[in-house]
Nanobody, 125 residues
């Protein structure tokens, strides 16, 4: 499936953003979908994932208490909302999809076969 991430932009610290991942193929609804991010000079890191069932989720510790991932199967989209943004959240955010089983332990980049191009999030202090 081809993925398109959107919703990034420039936001002040303390603000919120909603990132959206859309797919043109409704097969997307049967895939697990995750958000990853990559800050300048750093490796890409896992942010959150939602299962094909729409209810299984997992978050990284740095967003767990201030973010929410959801999916809309009618629109074939997955949304990540992040609140209380800090400059440390500045990164390119990517969505990725997996059509294999749910990962019990740590999610890795290699678990995902489809990646979107990313959307830039910049948080100013």
């Amino acid at each position: 499936v081809q993925l398109q991430a959107s919703g990034g932009g420039l936001v002040q610290a303390g603000g919120s953003l909603k990132l959206s991942c859309a797919a043109s193929d409704r097969a997307f609804n049967g895939w697990h979908v995750a958000w990853w991010r990559q800050a300048p000079g750093k490796e890409r890191e896992f942010v959150a994932v939602i299962g094909r069932d729409g209810t299984s989720t997992r978050y990284s510790d740095f967003v767990r208490t201030r973010s929410f991932i959801s999916r809309n199967k009618a629109r074939s989209t997955v949304t990540l909302e992040i609140n209380s943004l800090t400059p440390e959240d500045t990164a390119v955010y990517y969505c990725a999809a997996r059509n294999g089983p749910w990962v019990i332990e740590t999610w890795k980049e290699s678990d995902f076969v489809s990646w979107g191009r990313g959307t830039q999030v910049t948080v100013s202090s």
